[in-house]
Antibody
Framework: QVQLQESGPGLVKPSETLSLTCTVSGASITSSYWSWIRQPPGKGLEWIGCFYYRGSTDYSPSLKSRVTISIDASNNQFSLKLTSVTAADTAVYYC??????????????WGQGTLVTVST | DIQMTQSPSSLSASVGDRVTISCRASQSISNCLNWYQQQPYKAPNLLIFAASSLQSGVPSRFDGRGSGTNFTLTISSLQPEDFATYYCQQSYSPPRTFGQGTKVEIK
């Protein structure tokens, strides 16, 4: 059974960097794509970006200048960094597995989500 | 970016009703369309991928159809656990954008 678990600070100050880690069990980080998705309180889902172990990354154009997704294969983890945060970045952040095989691309396993609040 | 538009934004229905949610893409996305269900305070759950393939473990009352720009999700007989918010997502090209969601409420 594939499981994902987000971890990181729940409170970040404006202008600082949001950093989250997703720990994966039951699957190797060296297969599939791995993504971050967020959901502001009471709003819809926003795809942030994804990483493929062989070095391919894709980011949402609206966040591309501030986002980095990276992988720590030795610990079977991947991470999200979002710089220069504002209150608009307050959201529940989910990590997910994407594109489980070469024929289709869907998020079939998700973490439970972690709320990150941007505030002084 | 490919824009995804769902309709309606919300609907009220009763247990046993047949419910259909629509999703339209701003350009052709072939069959690269996924559907998710989200219960309050929970992570989304994959229902349908590649427009019409039922994810393992999902009840057969969920049915996805469509290709190109127009897609539908139909719940053939609404059950109490189906009252939730539903999202479509295109997987044709990054960014893999979501629709704004359709909230299914109890009438």
């Amino acid at each position: 059974q594939v499981q994902l678990q987000e971890s990181g600070p729940g409170l970040v100050k404006p202008s600082e960097t949001l950093s989250l880690t997703c720990t994966v069990s039951g699957a190797s980080i060296t297969s599939s794509y791995w993504s971050w998705i967020r959901q502001p309180p009471g709003k819809g889902l926003e795809w942030i970006g994804c990483f493929y172990y062989r070095g391919s990354t894709d980011y949402s154009p609206s966040l591309k200048s501030r986002v980095t997704i990276s992988i720590d294969a030795s610990n079977n983890q991947f991470s999200l960094k979002l710089t220069s945060v504002t209150a608009a970045d307050t959201a529940v952040y989910y990590c997910a597995r994407e594109c489980p095989d070469s024929t289709s691309c869907q998020s079939d396993y998700w973490g439970q989500g972690t709320l990150v609040t941007v505030s002084t | 970016d490919i824009q995804m538009t769902q309709s309606p934004s919300s609907l009220s229905a009763s247990v046993g009703d047949r419910v259909t949610i629509s999703c339209r893409a701003s350009q052709s996305i072939s069959n690269c369309l996924n559907w998710y269900q989200q219960q309050p305070y929970k992570a989304p759950n994959l229902l349908i991928f590649a427009a019409s393939s039922l994810q393992s473990g999902v009840p057969s009352r969920f049915d996805g159809r469509g290709s190109g720009t127009n897609f539908t999700l139909t719940i053939s007989s609404l059950q109490p656990e189906d009252f939730a918010t539903y999202y479509c997502q295109q997987s044709y090209s990054p960014p893999r954008t979501f629709g704004q969601g359709t909230k299914v409420e109890i009438k």
